[in-house]
């Protein structure tokens, strides 16, 4: 057994925790999922420190909270002098090989990785024309049209994953080879997927298996919500979604899901076969969930654990044990300090996230049971409904807390209430716990400093476009394809 582990990183966007079957779901096919379980660790409560895109990988690669890396959208660019972990395992003698979704903005597109392959969907730059989705346009994004555009068909999303899986295939069958030929270097391979982010689109062989099995959501749109969910809601166009969309759109979700399982099987297949398996240590996490219709809500956007609970499986042949389950609350931080800990790798120097990996050898001390997230968008921002947001959740033990700027906080006990339904903020009895956790959630997090670095951040970023839009400037990594490749089949 090799003392420095090869490390399989398999990163998926927009995977609601609830869809697998790992996690209790019968209907979700996720058998390669349900046998990274079987064989590893299932974290229960593992958290997004954002529940966007840019925001929670930029936090994840760093090892810092959006209010430190200054990425709280997914226009800002976390600077390229921030040290990342594939910096660390990287001066730690691994190679870094990350393929496909990195969803990093700027001139820096490595990021610390020594090879990086495929690329992204998007642009490398703001101000630089988005990409194309022909038919599907818009339904990638919180919009309604998101969820009256669902059903069968094809999305760029999905074939762009199939050019990942089979960049990601071919490079394991190298480094297989490499290893046949006696070069023991440890690697670090990344396999960054689109799905099941939206288009609620999916191939009618994976549509078709789930077309009337879906149920109806579980937690109904509450009759008296949250103020901002309910504005949320209403500025989304998703306050009035038909029968029939839902049924399209959670069936096409699950359908993508399935896909995604799919192709994480043919990697550990792959994987197996070159008799990589007992010494790689293989990790599934999503970058933030999806509400797909639960409590009248879609995408993510909000401190719900439909949108801000992730999967996270671990399996590591004879360091960890197979079949384990660990319902401490952890975030996609600790998963970056349990590479550097699994590796061997410096410690990210401003990063105070503890490895999570003494979670999962059932042999930690005084685990903080801790975890925080936040949620900020300016007026500028296309998702924003042109208001400001700014969030912060903690959960500690069974405790939800979340703040809000501008609107009433909220308490959840997740122990008596897990689908979120009693708000018990205006509870007398609950004053104490309320104070203790507003303090919390402010301390080292000033709503205004954050307001006020936006608004710079933004007028930036304004230059930057008008730059761009004259230059323009190159795509380094790109995954171009085009529009055609989206289509609706009805």
Known sequence: MAERPNILFLFSDQHAQRVAGCYGDGIAETPALDGLAAAGVTFDACHTPSP??????????????PNDTRVWTNNDMLPSD??????????????????????????????????????DH????PGVARHDMGVLSKTHGPNRVSVERSGRGNSAYQSLDEATLEAALAQLDQL??????????PFFLQVGFMLPHPPYVARPEDYDRFEGRVPPAAIPAPDDPHPWVDWWRR??????????????????????????????????DRLAALGLSEDTLVVYASDHGDHIGERGLWWKHTMYDDSVKVPLLLRWPGRIPAGARRGENVGLLNVTAAFLEAAGAPPLPNSSADSLLSLARGTAEDWAD????????????????????????????PWKYIWHDGFPEQLFDMQADPEERHDLA???????????????????????AIRAAMAARARDREL??????AAPPRDALRWEFPPDINRLDG
């Open 426 to 448: 205006g509870d007398p009895g609950q004053s104490d716990r309320l104070a203790q956790f507003r303090d919390r959630a402010l301390a080292g997090w000033n709503p205004e």
């Open 122 to 125: 998007s642009p490398n730059w």
């Open 82 to 119: 921030m040290p990342t972990y594939a910096h660390a395992l990287t001066a730690a003698g691994y190679e870094t090989i990350s393929i496909g979704r990195l969803h990093a903005l700027g001139p820096d597109q490595h990021r610390g990785f020594t090879t990086r392959l495929v690329g």
């Open 52 to 65: 966007i895109c840019g925001p929670a990988r930029m936090s994840m690669l760093t090892g810092r909270e």
């Open 176 to 185: 297989g080879e490499r290893r046949q030929a006696g070069d023991a270097a």
């Open 464 to 469: 930057l476009c008008r730059w761009a839009g």
């Open 235 to 268: 500025v989304r166009g998703v306050a009035d979604v038909t029968k029939a969309e839902a049924a399209r759109s959670r069936a096409a979700y699950y359908a993508l899901v399935r896909r995604m399982d799919l192709h994480i099987g043919r990697i550990l």
């Open 370 to 397: 801790t975890v925080v997230s936040e949620y900020c968008a300016n007026p500028e921002e296309a998702y924003s409904g042109g208001r400001w947001t700014l969030q912060r959740m903690v959960r500690t033990g």
